[in-house]
């Protein structure tokens, strides 16, 4: 098991961890806190939660892509069109930014849900 620092700091740095190793070190606290919050009543705060989490999740994927050339290869393999891709890897440094906008339509909850990050909603 890893400390939640641990854990932050791969969240905020993807500390040179793949996708995969990111999710499966974030999957237990995500479980966890839906376990112990699990009775409250805010749909609201989950749902805003799970925007959150697939919005950092996709900064974190951008930033493993690094380069707009690498950028661009992988959003057209996804099946993003041209111009999205080119957009968001016209300002490839720019991950917080652009993991709010048109890359949304390429990668989406249905991604984000195949690489096993658990909702909380």
Not at 43 to 58: F, I, V
Not at 108 to 114: P, V
Request: with cysteine; aromatic share 8%.
């Amino acid at each position: 098991m890893i400390s939640a620092n641990e854990a932050k700091r791969n969240s905020r740095a993807a500390g040179g961890c793949s996708m995969e190793q990111v999710v499966q070190q974030l999957r237990p606290y995500l479980l966890g806190c839906k376990a112990y919050f699990g009775l409250a009543q805010a749909p609201k705060t989950w749902h805003e939660l799970d925007e959150w989490l697939r919005h950092r999740q996709s900064a974190i994927q951008l930033k493993h892509w690094k380069r707009p050339a690498m950028m661009h290869r992988e959003l057209r393999a996804l099946g993003a069109g041209e111009t999205a891709a080119g957009r968001v890897a016209a300002h490839g440094r720019r991950w917080w930014r652009n993991s709010d906008g048109l890359l949304k339509t390429v990668l989406t909850i249905a991604y984000i849900d195949r690489l096993g990050v658990s909702r909380l909603s």
